[in-house]
């Protein structure tokens, strides 16, 4: 098949919306919630940073035909004393026909124009990582990842379909799991979180003190990714000292097997007010896992940087496991804290690594 030379790079409109959806059934074919319309309006055209008119997502296109796509989300990043408006990249695809040409750098420049500040990840066995070195962005972590055996039996899937092993590994893993006694700490002060409210707010502005670098994670953005998002239900649990929020922990359990088992939940993000910092992080940690326990999940994972959450949960008995993915950015000249790993808090719900996980209802 001759393929046109000219290739036109632009920011996407809504009427390209079928066209988009069929890029993604044909180039996604074994995960059909990227081409499923409601996830996609949520996730592009309902964001609470994204304007009217002005989808998050720049397209490339021979003729009427779209060739690649770069699908982004807009952040509120803050580097330093300012908060800059910002992209984190998502999807970055260019349909087999058309790689070759130089398309994925340029749909990255182009998006560059408008979006000075940029965040991606990627996987260690990826390619992408060269060509966005390439275009001067800075490879500057992996983002670390934690893990917290709870009910092994549970977690892998060969051992839970035999009752008798699946039983006797959580037998013996009883006295690895934090005691009724440790996770009683986090009972009284901490409840569910029924509204993102103004407190979050509060709280998002608190959290600028913590670190240099971070995304600003405002009552709409939370009400957005973890009540709104399609066929996802998260558990939201906030520490409070009277009633204000000092604190609040976000935690994702997979959708349980046929046998009713669920072998993970992860800690999709954690955030604290930074004058209270140790004893609430310890509180929420112990609450995550107290749910994690409650459900008896096969394990509690989470990915994080920020040295005081890696100290405390490493203290409570997580394990850090290799991680292939890398933390990538670009910024204007004179923002090099962005480069430095120690600058930055960063959780699991910051980048695609909760939003893509499989529903669980």
Not at 148 to 155: E, K, S, V
Not at 175 to 200: C, E, I, L, N
Not at 309 to 316: V, W
């Amino acid at each position: 098949m001759s393929i046109p030379d000219k290739i036109s790079i632009s920011r996407m409109q809504l009427s390209d919306m079928d066209a988009i959806l069929a890029f993604l059934a044909e180039n996604f074919p074994d995960n059909p919630r990227q081409s499923n319309r409601k996830f996609w309006m949520w996730h592009y055209v309902d964001h609470p940073n994204s304007h009217p008119g002005e989808i998050p997502i720049w397209i490339a296109k021979s003729n009427e035909r779209i060739a690649g796509q770069l699908a982004t989300i807009p952040v509120e990043l803050n580097v330093g004393s300012t908060t800059v408006p910002a992209i984190w990249i998502l999807d970055l695809m260019v349909d087999p026909e058309f790689r070759r040409r130089g398309i994925m750098k340029r749909l990255v420049l182009e998006a560059q124009k408008q979006f000075p500040f940029m965040l991606a990840t990627a996987s260690t066995r990826q390619h992408s990582a060269a060509m966005f070195k390439g275009l001067g962005w800075t490879v500057f972590s992996r983002v670390p990842r934690y893990h917290r055996p709870l009910f092994p039996g549970h977690a892998v899937k060969e051992i839970s379909r035999l009752a008798p092993v699946r039983a006797f590994a959580n037998i013996i893993f009883a006295p690895f799991r934090p005691s009724k006694g440790q996770m009683a700490r986090a009972s009284t002060q901490v409840r569910p979180v029924t509204k993102f409210d103004s407190q979050f707010d509060d709280l998002a502005e608190q959290c600028r003190r913590r670190s240099p670098c971070s995304i600003r994670h405002s009552a709409t953005y939370l009400k957005w990714q973890f009540e709104d998002q399609p066929l996802k239900k998260y558990e939201v649990l906030g520490y409070y000292e009277g009633n204000q929020l000092k604190g609040y922990v976000t935690v994702f359990f997979r959708r349980a097997s046929a046998g009713g088992f669920i072998d993970k939940a992860a800690i999709s993000d954690i955030c604290y007010h930074p004058d209270f910092a140790s004893k609430v992080v310890d509180i929420l940690i112990l609450a995550a896992l107290d749910l994690a326990v409650a459900r008896r999940a096969g394990g509690l994972v989470t990915d994080v940087m920020d040295a005081l959450l890696e100290d405390r949960l490493k203290y409570f008995g997580f394990w850090p496991i290799k991680s292939e993915i890398e933390i990538m950015a670009i910024g204007p000249e004179g923002n090099d804290i962005m480069y430095d790993p120690s600058n930055w808090y960063l959780t699991r719900g910051d980048s695609d690594i909760s939003i893509f996980e499989d529903p669980n209802l």
